[in-house]
């Protein structure tokens, strides 16, 4: 690291007044009124876009490639749990567990 | 709003639980990157953002500097701009109050709170984020100061369990056929950006594809009953 302690400090700074910002701007200058029906048919569907772009995102990328790993073959297995109603714990033991022996077995 | 809150608290701790853990690896990091174990501490409960918070870290560790680094966290946590927009009408009170209550906005509690149909139920996001800030501060002390205690998640293969609660989250939401094409919509925007722009942005863009709610306006959200 290059950065001096006080330099440090700025950055957790600007980071914290990023945050601040990114998180609070759409609730100050959009709420307050009701929301027109397009816009409420948008909203609606944006957990399952953002979620589902979350999880590719994690399991498929290496930076700026896309690349599958341990944790691409836990989380599918996982997935496949979840979609046969396994409960969430199982699926999360088994989504560790494959991708840690995985690993594990690459050495 | 209590009920909701309760509902919310009881929900968020296995989310919490997983945060923690992931802090803790954050907060050796950044003592081993040169942070003090305060910095690394503060790090964590003001900035409060996983992705945002590892990836400046990365640039600083590389020898990059304070304009790089607030990039890079910048784009990671550009998505909670998008989730601060859906959820504005569903807080309360004049702009101020509403930028505070935004605060909460972590992806789990968000996507949780997300109603689908276009409302968000306030208090269970507020519930959930509560002991995920705990576990998220208390972690990165843990990691500070306890260093050498904590493996190392990725072989602890930790890194699967957020993947993992995420696809639980959406299995739920995913009964809708409408969401089904946003998610799709979603997916494909991301994983085809990803060689293009930096980390963040393919997130971010994926919010296009709930522009499928656009779709036949005026028409109920299909398989609403299901909800």
């Known amino acids: ?107 | 709003m209590g009920d909701s809150f309760r509902r919310g608290l009881r929900l968020g701790v296995p989310y919490a639980a997983v945060a923690t853990v992931l802090s803790m690896s954050f907060g050796v990091l950044a003592v081993q990157v040169g942070f003090t174990p305060l910095q690394a501490i503060a790090t964590s409960a003001l900035v409060f953002g996983g992705s945002a918070q590892f990836a400046s870290l990365a640039i600083v560790g590389a020898g990059g500097g304070i304009p790089a680094a607030l990039g890079a966290a910048t784009l990671m946590h550009s998505r909670f701009l998008a989730m601060g927009i859906a959820m504005a009408s569903s807080l309360k009170g004049g702009p101020l109050r509403r930028a505070l209550e935004g605060q909460a906005t972590v992806d789990s509690s968000w996507a949780t709170g997300s109603r689908g149909d276009g409302t968000f139920d306030r208090g269970l996001v507020f519930g959930m984020t509560a002991p995920q800030y705990v576990g998220w501060v208390l972690g990165t002390a843990a990691g500070a100061y306890g260093g050498g205690l904590v493996g190392d998640p990725e072989a602890l293969g930790l890194d699967a369990l957020f993947p993992t609660f995420f696809i639980g989250i959406l299995i739920a939401d995913l009964r809708r056929p409408r969401a089904r094409v946003a998610a799709v919509l979603g997916g494909a925007v991301a994983l085809a950006l990803v060689p293009f722009t930096p980390p963040g942005v393919p997130v971010l863009a994926a919010s296009l594809g709930a522009l499928v709610g656009l779709a036949r306006p005026g028409a109920r959200p299909a398989g609403e009953e299901a909800a």
């Open chain 1, 1 to 107: 690291m290059t950065l001096s302690e006080t330099q440090v400090w700025v950055l957790i700074g600007a980071l914290t007044l990023m945050g601040l910002l990114v998180k609070g701007i759409g609730p100050a200058l959009v709420g307050g009124r009701a929301l027109p029906r397009w816009a409420s048919g948008v909203i609606a569907v944006m957990a399952p876009a953002l979620l589902t772009a979350l999880v590719l995102t994690a399991v498929l990328t290496d930076g700026r490639r896309l690349a599958a790993g341990a944790d691409t073959v836990g989380v599918a297995v996982a997935a496949l749990l979840l979609l046969r109603r396994a409960p969430l714990l199982v699926a999360c033991l088994a989504a560790v567990v494959v991708t840690a022996g995985l690993r594990l077995l690459a050495g």
